[in-house]
């Protein structure tokens, strides 16, 4: 089953009710006010805590899954559509981008700035040995 996740840049409170959840989202900075209510906020508190987000609305509400499967997903698709919710590997994907990124562009100033050894081809996997060796020798133990 699909995880899911906030986003980081959604502000979200939930307020418990005698009816249910309340949730208020809001997506930072500058965003529209959101409230979901009944059983779309059940849906959205559910999505980042159980893996089985359709099989644990039908349990909750009584209703049979097979029912309710099509709409419940159809509902988070839409929630991940409006940056609600994201699935949990592409939030993973997307904050390892932009480590790349940094990495790349930490990688492109080091070459403008001469911080680079050249090594030829053929003593290529010499270095990388020596690299490796360094750093054995150096990290904590």
């Known amino acids: 089953m699909t995880t899911y996740s906030v986003p980081k ?21 500058g965003g529209p006010n959101l409230v979901l209510e009944s059983t779309g906020a059940l849906i959205w508190c559910l999505a980042t805590e159980v893996d089985d987000v359709p099989a644990e609305v039908a349990e909750l509400t009584g209703m049979p899954v097979d029912e309710i499967r099509a709409d419940v997903l159809t509902f988070l698709d ?3 559509e409006g940056g609600l919710l994201a699935r949990r590997q592409e939030q993973e994907d997307a904050a ?46």
């Open 9 to 29: 840049s959604l502000a979200h409170g939930v307020l418990e009710e005698d009816t249910g959840p309340r949730v208020f989202l809001r997506h930072v900075p």
């Open 78 to 80: 839409s929630l991940i």
């Open 96 to 141: 390892r981008l932009v480590a790349l990124r940094e990495a790349a562009a930490r990688g492109w100033e080091d070459l403008a700035a001469g911080r680079y050894e050249d090594v030829a081809d053929d003593d290529l996997e010499d270095y990388i040995g020596q690299l490796g060796a360094g750093a054995r020798n150096t990290s904590p133990s």
